[in-house]
C-alpha cells in the first residue's frame, strides 16, 4: 500500500487546478504547469484537494501511483511558492554574475563560461562576507530546477584536493590528503 500516493494533495487559495480527460493543469500566482498522467492513473479533485488513484495492485500501477502523486504535489508547490537551488563557488579569483538573462561566471578557465537562462528559469547572484559568490537558480518546475542547478555545477564540479569549484550550498566535499613530500 502506498503511503505517499494516498496523501491528498491540499489546494492552497490561490490555486486552481483542472483535470481533463490525463491532462491535469494547475495555475497559481506564480505560472501554470501542465502534466500528462499514465493512463492508469486517475486524479480526481473534490474539497480543495486532489486526490491520485489506482486501479490495481500491480507492480507498475503502485509505482506509478506514488510518482503520480509526487509530481502533482511539486506542480501545485512549484505554481504557489516556487523552488530555489543555491550553490557556491569556491576558489581564488572565481565569481559569478547575472548579465540579463545570462550567468556569467569566472572558473579558472582562460574564458567566461556563460550559461543562457531556459524558459521558466530565473538566476540571481551574490557576494557572501568570506568572498564566496552565491548563484541561485529559481523556477516553478522542480525537475527543471534541479537539472539547471546540476549544469551550472557540472561546468567546474568541485575538485578532492583543495575542493575548489562550484557545489550545493552546504554540500559537503571529501578531502584527500594528497602527495606525501620527501621529509
Same mark, same amino acid.
Given at each position: 500500500?502506498?503511503?505517499? /500516493?494516498? #496523501?491528498? @494533495?491540499?489546494? =492552497?487559495?490561490?490555486? &486552481?487546478?483542472?483535470?481533463?480527460?490525463?491532462?491535469? +493543469?494547475?495555475?497559481?500566482?506564480?505560472?501554470?504547469?501542465?502534466?500528462?498522467?499514465?493512463?492508469?492513473?486517475?486524479?480526481?479533485?473534490?474539497? /480543495?484537494? #486532489?486526490? @491520485?488513484?489506482? =486501479?490495481?495492485?500491480? &507492480?507498475?500501477?503502485?509505482?506509478?501511483?506514488?510518482? +503520480?502523486?509526487?509530481?502533482?504535489?511539486?506542480?501545485?508547490?512549484?505554481?504557489?511558492?516556487?523552488?530555489?537551488?543555491?550553490?557556491?563557488?569556491? /576558489?581564488?579569483?572565481?565569481?559569478?554574475?547575472?548579465?540579463?538573462?545570462?550567468?556569467?561566471?569566472?572558473?579558472?578557465?582562460?574564458?567566461?563560461?556563460?550559461?543562457?537562462?531556459?524558459?521558466?528559469?530565473?538566476?540571481?547572484?551574490?557576494?557572501?562576507?568570506?568572498?564566496?559568490?552565491?548563484?541561485?537558480?529559481?523556477?516553478?518546475?522542480?525537475?527543471?530546477?534541479?537539472?539547471?542547478?546540476?549544469?551550472?555545477?557540472?561546468?567546474?564540479?568541485?575538485?578532492?584536493?583543495?575542493?575548489?569549484?562550484?557545489?550545493?550550498?552546504?554540500?559537503?566535499?571529501?578531502?584527500?590528503?594528497?602527495?606525501?613530500?620527501?621529509?
Amino acid at each position: 500500500m502506498s503511503r505517499i /500516493g494516498n #496523501l491528498p @494533495v491540499p489546494l =492552497p487559495e490561490k490555486v &486552481r487546478a483542472t483535470i481533463e480527460g490525463q491532462r491535469v +493543469t494547475v495555475n497559481g500566482p506564480k505560472g501554470e504547469l501542465a502534466h500528462e498522467v499514465h493512463p492508469a492513473i486517475s486524479v480526481e479533485q473534490g474539497d /480543495g484537494v #486532489l486526490r @491520485v488513484t489506482r =486501479p490495481s495492485d500491480h &507492480r507498475q500501477h503502485r509505482s506509478l501511483h506514488g510518482l +503520480t502523486r509526487a509530481l502533482v504535489a511539486n506542480m501545485v508547490t512549484g505554481v504557489d511558492q516556487g523552488f530555489r537551488k543555491s550553490l557556491e563557488t569556491r /576558489g581564488v579569483g572565481y565569481s559569478a554574475e547575472v548579465r540579463g538573462d545570462t550567468l556569467v561566471m569566472r572558473l579558472g578557465f582562460s574564458h567566461d563560461v556563460e550559461m543562457e537562462a531556459p524558459c521558466g528559469i530565473r538566476f540571481t547572484a551574490e557576494r557572501a562576507p568570506d568572498n564566496r559568490y552565491l548563484i541561485h537558480v529559481d523556477g516553478i518546475d522542480k525537475q527543471l530546477v534541479g537539472q539547471v542547478a546540476a549544469d551550472v555545477r557540472g561546468k567546474r564540479p568541485p575538485e578532492p584536493y583543495k575542493g575548489k569549484g562550484v557545489r550545493y550550498l552546504g554540500e559537503y566535499v571529501r578531502q584527500k590528503a594528497g602527495k606525501a613530500g620527501k621529509v
